[in-house]
């Protein structure tokens, strides 16, 4: 049972100001789980296509990471930038280990429809109904560089500086990589059969 003063401690803390208070006490860092731990285990299911019990297994390698690596975490970056971009890392070590491309296991939600929708639609036409078939199977079809960039950008709401520090590449490289992307998902979007 944990102690309510610390809970309401750590629960009003923000996550830098976390990390700082798990280095003087380990049980904060429960709480840094606790607060990353859909969002992360979210993430990896969309990126990688490992089944959930495989994705589970990846969440708690990241987790152990981030708790030995606690004390190098550069507060010049966002914490969610470096939990991320671990968690990236990790996804690609799994990848290796496995030695297979990865399929996607896309849980389409409404507001990353929205969200890729609004962006993508240049005819204004396309039907949500029609969407929601549709994107998961573009999304598989993609090269995993392009979809992780679109997952972060429009599923995890990341700009363009916190998807530069997750995937350590220029800012300009994102921008390239996110429209290259765009226009990928554009194209293999338009293959698909239209019945409007």
């Known amino acids: 049972m944990r102690n309510d003063s610390l809970t309401d401690l750590c629960f009003q803390k923000t996550d830098e100001e976390l990390v700082v208070l798990a280095l003087e006490?380990?049980?904060?860092?429960?709480?840094?789980v606790e607060r990353y731990e859909k969002k992360l285990l979210s993430y990896i299911l969309?990126?990688?296509g490992f089944s959930k019990e495989d994705a589970e297994d990846v969440l708690q390698e990241v987790f152990v990471k981030i708790y030995i690596n606690l004390n190098s975490f550069d507060d010049n970056l966002k914490f969610s930038s470096w939990v991320y971009r671990i968690t990236h890392n990790e996804v690609i070590n799994n990848y290796r280990k496995k030695k297979a491309r990865p399929q996607s296991a896309m849980n389409l939600d409404d507001e990353?429809?929205?969200?890729?929708a609004s962006d993508m639609r240049t005819d204004g036409h396309i039907d949500a109904h029609y969407i929601r078939?549709?994107?998961?199977?573009?999304m598989e079809k993609m090269e995993p560089k392009y979809r992780e960039v679109l997952v972060l950008r429009f599923w995890e709401d990341k700009d363009y500086s916190e998807i530069s520090d997750i995937l350590k590449k220029p800012m300009g490289t994102?921008?390239?990589?996110i429209s290259r992307a765009k226009k990928n998902f554009q194209q293999e979007f338009e293959k698909q059969?239209?019945?409007l």
């Open 174 to 177: 994102v921008a390239t990589l």
């Open 46 to 48: 969309r990126i990688s």
């Open 25 to 32: 006490n380990q049980d904060c860092f429960l709480y840094i």
């Open 193 to 195: 059969d239209i019945n």
């Open 112 to 116: 990353f429809l929205n969200n890729l």
């Open 133 to 138: 078939e549709n994107v998961e199977k573009v």
